[in-house]
T-cell receptor, first 112, second 112 residues
Framework: DAKTTQPPSMDCAEGRAANLPCNHS???????VYWYRQIHSQGPQYIIH???NNETNEMASLIITEDRKSSTLILPHATLRDTAVYYC?????????????FGRGTQLTVWP | DAGVIQSPRHEVTEMGQEVTLRCKLI?????LFWYRQTMMRGLELLIY????????DSGMPEDRFSAKMPNASFSTLKIQPSEPRDSAVYFC??????????FGSGTRLTVV
């Protein structure tokens, strides 16, 4: 079962920052936060993951609160192609326990 | 790298027929996951292999479903006999065991 909570939908103007929140209040100390997105009719795509420090890559930034009970995925300049369902997942990394359980995610719609 | 390759992309079959879905992992990846996606249930993890060994098949719906990994780069998911409620998009994903998963493009199965 998914152990994270996300709003079902959000929208954002093209060119603006999209900030997608996620609550993971029961996260364990050895669990990472992963973000994936799924564009219609495609397989999910890995975006970013982190443990406790903020992370940034070419796609997005991940801000994790100090108590690790919530996080925010930031798309700094959203484009129409960023319209997708975004999934936030907490899981143990790099072991036989490290499987991903997807919830319903957040449908992000970027409008012109 | 061609990524995770699934075949066929689309499959339409009659109820009662055997269906075999195929997945080729990314070279060097040692974990393999089969997921099923429907509107009602979202993305469900069916089975998970690590180093060719099935680790967790608790998500396999019933005995009609079976999955194998005959070698390190290839897996099959078989449904015998198929039923209309098996209609879904089936994804496989592979991982190197520490980072994100890479998903295939999926197989859309329709059982009539």
């Amino acid at each position: 079962d998914a152990k994270t909570t996300q709003p079902p939908s959000m929208d954002c103007a093209e060119g603006r920052a999209a900030n997608l929140p996620c609550n993971h209040s029961t996260i364990s100390g050895n669990e990472y936060v992963y973000w994936y997105r799924q564009i219609h009719s495609q397989g999910p795509q890995y975006i970013i993951h982190g443990l406790k420090n903020n992370e940034t890559n070419e796609m997005a930034s991940l801000i994790i609160t100090e108590d690790r009970k919530s996080s925010t995925l930031i798309l700094p300049h959203a484009t129409l192609r960023d319209t997708a369902v975004y999934y936030c997942i907490s899981t143990v990394r790099g072991s036989t326990l490290g499987r991903l359980y997807f919830g319903r995610g957040t449908q992000l719609t970027v409008w012109p | 790298d061609a990524g995770v390759i699934q075949s066929p992309r689309h499959e339409v079959t009659e109820m009662g027929q055997e269906v075999t879905l195929r997945c080729k992992l990314i070279s060097g990846h040692n974990s393999l996951f089969w997921y099923r996606q429907t509107m009602m249930r979202g993305l469900e993890l069916l089975i998970y292999f690590n180093n060719n060994v099935p680790i967790d098949d608790s998500g396999m719906p019933e005995d009609r479903f079976s999955a194998k990994m005959p070698n390190a780069s290839f897996s099959t998911l078989k449904i015998q006999p198929s039923e209309p409620r098996d209609s879904a998009v089936y994804f496989c994903a592979s991982s190197a065991g520490g980072g994100g998963y890479t998903f295939g493009s999926g197989t859309r199965l329709t059982v009539v």
